[in-house]
């Protein structure tokens, strides 16, 4: 196992962690926000339905946690071949989740210095991110896969292109 494989492997049992604690732990303390639901027409109906889009939104976080995290254990531990363009989306992906996340906190109304330890997961984001950098950095595309071929000879396509007839 390479030191990429290692590093990916890391990457995706750290998003795989993040996963559970989001799904088990977060979803139960967003469901504790949940607001009375109300007649269609009152307040409290317009906090529930707002409540309710945001626990879909929520939700649609656990993916973005789960699926790279099966991509990156796959990808470390050889189940799957190294996709360099697959590596630099993600990393792209958790940089801005990053940002983002910082950039959130920085301009909320109210906030105070420790929000940026208590709100933490920008960290991890960042982490992941620069695993995933440093992985497909050092990563050796002449490097066998298991199925004997070399993660280059896989890139080249040029011989599963048809040609068009020259006139």
């Known amino acids: 196992m390479t030191i990429s494989h290692i590093l990916f492997s890391i990457a995706g049992v750290l998003l795989l962690i993040l996963f559970g ?3 088990i732990w977060g979803n139960a303390a967003y469901a504790a926000l949940r607001p009375e639901r109300g007649s269609e027409d009152d307040e409290g109906d317009k906090k529930f339905t707002a409540w309710l889009n945001g626990r879909a939104v929520f939700q ?3 993916i973005d946690l789960l699926l790279p995290a099966a991509l ?3 990808m470390g531990f050889k189940f799957m071949e190294v996709n360099v363009a697959l590596l630099s989306a993600l990393f792209f992906w958790y940089l801005g989740y990053a940002l983002f ?3 959130s906190i920085l301009f909320s109304k109210g906030r105070k210095k420790m929000d940026y330890a208590k709100q933490g997961q ?3 984001f960042l ?3 620069v695993l995933v950098s440093v992985g497909a950095t050092k990563f050796d595309a002449a490097t066998p ?3 004997g071929n070399t993660a280059m000879s ?3 396509t040029s011989q599963n292109v048809p040609t068009v007839p020259q006139q």
Do not use: D, E
């Open 122 to 124: 920008w960290i991890l």
């Open 145 to 147: 896969n298991p199925a």
């Open 60 to 62: 649609m976080g656990s």
């Open 127 to 129: 982490v992941v991110a």
């Open 154 to 156: 896989t890139m080249t």
């Open 101 to 103: 996340w910082l950039l």
């Open 21 to 23: 604690y989001h799904f």
């Open 72 to 74: 990156l254990i796959l």
